[in-house]
């Protein structure tokens, strides 16, 4: 029975230049990123518009003015800055699913909740960990909305004449860097899937039903 991907096809990661929105909250969870009236459907497209729905919109639905991501240039942002401990909360995958269809593939933060963070890399999204100390360096440049540049194969951000190295993990990084999901890590192995499914067939025929 050979494998087949019914999922979107997760992109590749590489490098990418965007000037950052900053988003200077603590703790924010996954319901304050896509809430929970949103979680009805399995696609992952059409989220992007209720990304940070309470905080982007008034209680009519029109665009609160002064939040950054309703706004230019931040609307158009590939990056986010955040504050510590994002993606807390619960572990909807729906909420690396909604930063993506917004356009945002890079978060940058002190900390992450550990399920919102192994959930980034599934969905091509790079999830970097940095000090605060370095979050608020970056923080002036969506400030004076300049961009930044973040070369995942060097592991560092650009930034003026500056830059910064973070960490990654070598296999999340090999899997951004290739876009390799869950499924595409499975088709990789699909040979020996069908040759053991073959085995298994002709020494158990009686566990199959057709």
Same mark, same amino acid.
């Given at each position: 029975?050979?494998?087949?991907?019914?999922?979107?096809?997760?992109? =590749?990661?590489?490098?990418?230049?965007?000037? /950052?929105?900053? @988003?200077?909250?603590?703790?924010?969870?996954?319901?304050?990123?896509? /809430?929970?009236?949103? @979680?009805?459907?399995? %696609?992952? #497209?059409?989220?992007?518009?209720?990304?940070?729905?309470?905080?982007? *919109?008034?209680?009519?639905?029109? $665009?609160?003015?002064?939040?950054?991501?309703?706004? $230019?240039?931040?609307?158009?942002?590939?990056?986010?800055?955040?504050?510590?401990?994002?993606?807390?909360?619960?572990?909807? $995958?729906?909420?690396?699913?909604?930063?993506?269809?917004?356009?945002?593939?890079?978060?940058?933060?002190?900390?992450?909740?550990?399920?919102?963070?192994?959930?980034?890399?599934?969905?091509?999204?790079? /999830?970097?960990?940095?000090?605060?100390?370095?979050?608020?360096?970056?923080?002036? *440049?969506?400030?004076? !909305?300049?961009?930044?540049?973040?070369?995942?194969? $060097?592991? =560092?951000?650009? *930034?003026?004449?500056?830059?910064?190295?973070?960490?990654?993990? /070598?296999? !999340?990084?090999?899997?951004? @860097?290739?876009?390799?999901?869950?499924?595409?890590?499975?088709?990789? %192995?699909? #040979?020996?899937?069908?040759?053991?499914? !073959?085995?298994? =067939?002709?020494? !158990?025929?009686?566990?199959?039903?057709?």
């Amino acid at each position: 029975m050979m494998l087949e991907s019914t999922k979107i096809k997760m992109q =590749k990661f590489n490098t990418l230049k965007s000037i /950052p929105a900053y @988003l200077p909250i603590v703790n924010i969870d996954t319901d304050m990123i896509i /809430p929970k009236q949103f @979680l009805k459907t399995i %696609k992952r #497209t059409g989220l992007g518009k209720n990304l940070f729905f309470e905080m982007r *919109y008034d209680d009519d639905g029109n $665009e609160i003015k002064d939040f950054s991501l309703n706004n $230019e240039p931040f609307n158009n942002s590939k990056i986010l800055i955040a504050g510590n401990n994002f993606g807390c909360g619960s572990s909807r $995958e729906h909420a690396p699913w909604a930063l993506l269809d917004f356009g945002i593939t890079c978060v940058i933060s002190s900390s992450y909740a550990d399920i919102f963070y192994s959930n980034c890399f599934k969905n091509g999204i790079l /999830p970097i960990i940095l000090e605060e100390e370095k979050i608020k360096e970056l923080s002036e *440049y969506s400030n004076r !909305k300049e961009e930044i540049s973040v070369d995942l194969n $060097e592991q =560092k951000i650009v *930034y003026g004449n500056s830059e910064t190295k973070f960490d990654i993990d /070598p296999f !999340k990084k090999k899997c951004l @860097l290739e876009g390799l999901d869950d499924i595409a890590l499975s088709l990789e %192995k699909s #040979t020996q899937i069908d040759t053991y499914e !073959k085995k298994l =067939k002709e020494n !158990k025929p009686w566990i199959f039903n057709d």
